[in-house]
Every structure is written in structure tokens, then in C-alpha cells.
């Protein structure tokens, strides 16, 4: 009778809905897979930048590492450069550099990039000084019309301002030191102007060929270019330039040619001004600095000249060059 009583019916139903919660661990296989790649791109930068005796020397090592651990030294790699320790550059196959050498490669490249800036800028100072010089002769009626005689240029050893000679207008008398009006108004009027610049100044005389009567032996085109330059000197200090702008007056005689110039031309004679550039002035004031006195007790090296006699007076010219 138990069996005729009905059992209860139960229905299951199934919500399909969403996609539910699947975990995190597709992240960390993502995270697994960028690290991988950065590592990758890292290697082939380090590859790249790295010198190919190094190379060989990490590939040395893979393939014999007791040998390499062994034998070592200053570098694992062959570097193909004599300098120990490297190459001359970071950038070099040649091999590699010290942290220290670096710097020291870096500083001498700052180093030369303020040098070329200076030079620059004083290459600028000194044309600016050229167009001024003509500007100032141009508007002087008293020394237009010696325009010609007049040259002004740029040389490596900075502005060079050069009177010459023409065949009827000397800027001296013949075998002399007496200068010509025009010559005295014009040295007057570019001292002047040169005060301008902190440039220092050297001077040179030069002559033609034609010897004095008595040849070198007395006073010759040697005195004769010196006393030139050393008059042009003192007319432009006398117009106003600074005297301590003056760092060599020297007389060259017919040593040095007006260049494409016949030995007897007239522009051979002429008075050259420059105005030295740094590079310049710093090999002259080397060459002109002292010895560093010997030692105590070293013997000296020159040996003691005689006491002198009472100074007398240059002689005059032996003659009139002819």
C-alpha cells in the first residue's frame, strides 16, 4: 500500500548566464611573456654596444672557461688595439675604455669645442676690426687717396695691415728713417683705432734688395728695416695707441718678399702691422720666455762674458745705398 503513495517529481533547471570567474592565471603568463621580451631587447642592446673583443672573449669563455678562467689577464677579448685596456673610444670595435679614460676623452672634447668658439668669435672681432680700418681710411680725405698703398688682410696669424711703397710715394727717404707726412697721419690713424681689440700688435720693417755701399758689414737693411718699424711704432703710439700693445718690432731686411714681387720692386719696402690672434701670441710669449735658472751649485751653462768697455754710439751708415 506504501507503494501506491506517488513520490514527489524534482525538476532541476540550469541557469545559463555569464561566463563566470575564469582566474588570474592567464595574467601571469602574460607577465611571464613581457619579461622574456625585455630580457630579449636587453641581450641585443648589450650586443650591440658591446666590442668585438669582448665578444670573442665571452664566446672564449663559453667554449673553454678553464683556459680563459686560467690564463685571464687585462682583458678577456683579443682587442686588436695596442693601448692597454682598450681601444680610444667607447664607440670603437677596437675594444674598451675605463670610466676614468671616458671622462678624460670628454673633457679634451669640451675642451677643444671652447677653444674653436674662441677662435671663432676673434676671427669675427678681427673682420669687424678690417671693415672698420677701411671704413675709417675711406672717409679720411687726407689718407684716401694712399688707398692703394694700403693692404689689409686676414692671415692665420690674425689681421695684417700692410703700407708699401710705390715707386714716386715712398713712405720713407731713401737709406733713411725720415718719414713721409702721409705715412706719420696714417700709422697715427690705424693706432687709434686698434685700441679697440684687446689684440696685441707685432711690427716688422722690410726693404728691397739694393745693399747698402758697405754691404752687411756696417749698417746695412738689417738696422735700416728695424729702425723703420721701430719709427712706425712710435708714430702710432704717438696718435694714441696703448704702448703695451707692442709684443715684437722686428726688422727683416729683403729676407721676406712682397709675394710675386721682383726682388728691386718698390712694394718690397713697406711697414707690416699685425694684429696676433691668441694661438699667435701665445707661441710668441713661449718663445720668448726665460730659461728656469740652474740648479744651486750647477755649473752655468753660458760662460761669463769680459767686463764691458764705456758704451759708445752706434756708427752711422757707411754710405748711402746707392
Do not use: C
Request: proline share 7%; charged share 25%; glycine share 10%.
Amino acid at each position: 500500500m506504501a507503494e501506491d503513495v506517488q513520490r514527489p517529481i524534482i525538476v532541476k533547471r540550469i541557469k545559463k548566464g555569464g561566463h563566470g570567474h575564469h582566474g588570474g592565471a592567464w595574467k601571469i603568463a602574460y607577465a611571464d611573456f613581457v619579461t622574456a621580451m625585455m630580457a630579449f631587447f636587453l641581450l641585443m642592446w648589450l650586443l650591440g654596444s658591446i666590442s668585438r673583443g669582448d665578444l670573442k672573449g665571452i664566446a672564449d669563455y663559453f667554449n673553454t672557461p678553464l683556459r680563459v678562467a686560467l690564463m685571464g689577464g687585462s682583458s678577456t677579448g683579443e682587442s686588436p688595439s695596442v693601448i692597454q685596456g682598450g681601444g680610444p673610444d667607447m664607440t670603437s670595435r677596437a675594444g674598451e675604455m675605463a670610466r676614468g679614460d671616458v671622462e678624460r676623452v670628454k673633457r679634451n672634447s669640451d675642451e677643444r669645442q671652447i677653444e674653436e668658439e674662441i677662435e671663432e668669435r676673434e676671427r669675427q672681432r678681427l673682420a669687424e676690426l678690417k671693415e672698420k680700418l677701411e671704413r675709417a681710411i675711406d672717409a679720411n680725405p687726407t689718407l684716401r687717396p694712399f688707398r692703394k698703398q694700403i693692404l689689409i688682410d686676414l692671415t692665420p696669424e690674425g689681421l695684417r695691415i700692410q703700407i708699401v711703397d710705390e715707386q714716386n710715394r715712398p713712405m720713407f727717404a731713401t737709406g733713411s728713417t725720415t718719414m713721409a707726412g702721409f705715412a706719420r697721419d696714417l700709422l697715427r690713424e690705424i693706432g687709434v683705432i686698434l685700441n679697440d681689440v684687446p689684440n696685441r700688435v707685432s711690427m716688422s720693417g722690410h726693404t728691397d734688395a739694393t745693399p747698402y755701399s758697405s754691404g752687411d758689414r756696417g749698417y746695412s737693411n738689417w738696422e735700416l728695416s728695424a729702425d723703420r718699424a721701430n719709427a712706425a711704432r712710435r708714430e702710432m703710439v704717438n696718435g694714441g695707441m696703448q704702448d703695451t700693445k707692442v709684443l715684437r718690432v722686428v726688422g727683416l731686411s729683403s729676407a721676406v718678399g712682397f709675394p710675386g714681387a721682383a726682388p728691386l720692386d718698390a712694394i718690397n719696402r713697406r711697414i707690416s702691422i699685425i694684429v696676433l690672434n691668441r694661438r699667435t701670441q701665445q707661441a710668441i710669449t713661449a718663445e720668448s720666455a726665460l730659461p728656469a735658472p740652474p740648479a744651486a751649485g750647477a755649473p752655468s751653462a753660458r760662460p761669463q762674458a769680459p767686463a764691458p768697455g764705456p758704451a759708445t754710439a752706434p756708427a752711422a751708415p757707411a754710405g748711402a745705398r746707392p
